[in-house]
């Protein structure tokens, strides 16, 4: 079993950074591509982008690209580094962990296999 946790969440004002960590408990990540979603009030949840097992190949959301950085240590932690924050990115973030090829697959959250218990971010104006 997998079980990650989410944590670095919190308040920050607009155009400030934060860095979400998602650490592994029991195993490693190395043999799992690693995503980060988010899902804010009353809207469904959204990817945000994904990083392939060797941490060579990344993929954002059009939200997110030139802003959000995800890297990994290959052993036990993903990050998800944000920065030039806006309000609209206010939301709940998770990280999650699938057994997938890395293809437009991992872009859906459906696909995933263990999830965080996510880390709230609010980003103020």
């Known amino acids: 079993q997998v079980q990650l946790i989410e944590s670095g969440g919190g308040l920050v004002q607009a155009g400030g950074s934060l860095r979400l960590s998602c650490a592994v408990s029991?195993?490693?990540?190395?043999?799992?591509?690693m995503g980060w979603f988010r899902q804010a009030p009353g809207k469904e949840r959204e990817f945000v982008g994904s990083?392939?097992?060797?941490?060579?190949?990344t993929h954002y959301a059009d939200s997110a690209k030139g802003r959000f950085t995800i890297s990994r240590d290959n052993a036990k932690t993903v990050y998800l580094q944000m920065n030039s924050l806006k309000p609209e990115d206010t939301a709940v973030y998770f990280c999650?962990?699938?057994?997938?090829?890395?293809?437009?697959?991992?872009?859906?959250?459906?696909?995933?296999?263990?999830w965080g218990q996510g880390t709230q971010v609010t980003v103020s104006s």
């Open positions: 990083i392939s097992r060797s941490g060579g190949t």
């Open positions: 029991g195993r490693t990540l190395i043999n799992y591509v």
């Open positions: 999650a962990a699938t057994r997938f090829g890395y293809s437009p697959a991992v872009y859906q959250g459906d696909n995933y296999d263990y």
